[in-house]
């Protein structure tokens, strides 16, 4: 049987239950394709630009699950920026995705100090902020976007390719999302919006056409993943980490 390291890197691994939709959701598809999945569990608080590179040792796959708050953030930044430069097969959840816009925007667009207003309200360039019909709104539920969205899928891309089909449902759980002012920005220097609203309104999900595996979303599809029906995005990230392994990358 195949095997495959995939590093979950957060700042809840001293509590894995707090993964367990995660790391089922990897199980599910390893079972699809015959793989186990060994699973590294990554302090994202612990990670620093000069040790990133021992920390994620001999992984084949990175997954940034979603989270709330500041601590760890810049931990989860660099093991984003690692997975990106060193094309390690990477997918990004909820926070996960906008983790990918703060690290692109900052390191491929040269925005310095962009980031989330979650985390710095002072950002010179607040890729992700809340929508300005919730600014103002108090009560935190209220502002929440939660439970089950349509989601359009970018012809072309590979978020289409894995799915099948160009509309999806997706369950949310998050206030923040991708600001608008930047999608021109991200977009002339490579990042791909591949997923929408079919609006057009918010974004869903952004992609990185050049990297063998490298997909952020807004959305948590591990809430949809069953046994019997592995999700197409974990499939996706573990198909991915597979190719990785066996051309033998050497971390």
């Known amino acids: ?3 495959v390291t995939i590093a979950i890197v957060g ?10 939709s995660i790391t089922e959701s990897l199980n599910h598809a390893g079972y699809d394709i015959g793989t186990k999945v060994k699973i590294k569990w990554v302090e994202s608080e612990s990670i620093t630009a000069e040790n990133v590179s021992e920390k994620l040792k001999g992984i084949n796959g990175i997954i940034v699950p979603g989270g709330f708050g ?4 810049e931990g989860k930044i660099t093991a984003c920026r690692y997975a990106r430069e060193n094309d390690i097969p990477y997918l990004g959840i909820c926070l996960g995705m906008q983790i990918a816009v703060i690290e692109f925007a900052r390191n491929v667009c040269g925005l310095d100090g962009a980031h989330s207003t979650e985390f710095n309200e002072k950002s010179p360039h607040p890729v992700i902020d809340l929508m300005e019909e919730q ?3 108090t009560d935190k539920g209220g502002t ?11 012809p072309g891309s590979r978020l289409i390719e894995l799915y099948g089909k160009d509309l999806i449902s997706e369950r ?14 991200v977009t002339k220097n490579g990042m791909v919006i591949c997923g929408t609203s079919p ?12 990297n063998r595996f490298f997909i952020g979303v807004q959305f948590h599809p ?8 592995p999700h197409p995005l974990f499939l996706g990230l573990l198909k991915a980490a597979l190719e990785d392994k066996l051309e033998g990358r050497i971390s």
């Open 1 to 3: 049987q195949q095997e």
């Open 222 to 229: 591990e809430f949809k993943s069953r046994p019997n029906k």
């Open 70 to 73: 500041d601590r760890g953030i």
């Open 144 to 154: 929440m976007r939660l439970g089950a969205y349509p989601c359009k899928a970018k």
């Open 199 to 210: 609006d057009n309104n918010l974004v869903e999900a952004v992609e990185l056409p050049g």
């Open 11 to 20: 700042k809840y691994v001293k509590f894995q239950d707090a993964y367990i």
């Open 172 to 185: 949310h759980r998050h206030r923040y999302e991708f600001n608008n002012s930047y999608r021109d920005t």
């Open 135 to 137: 600014v103002g709104i």
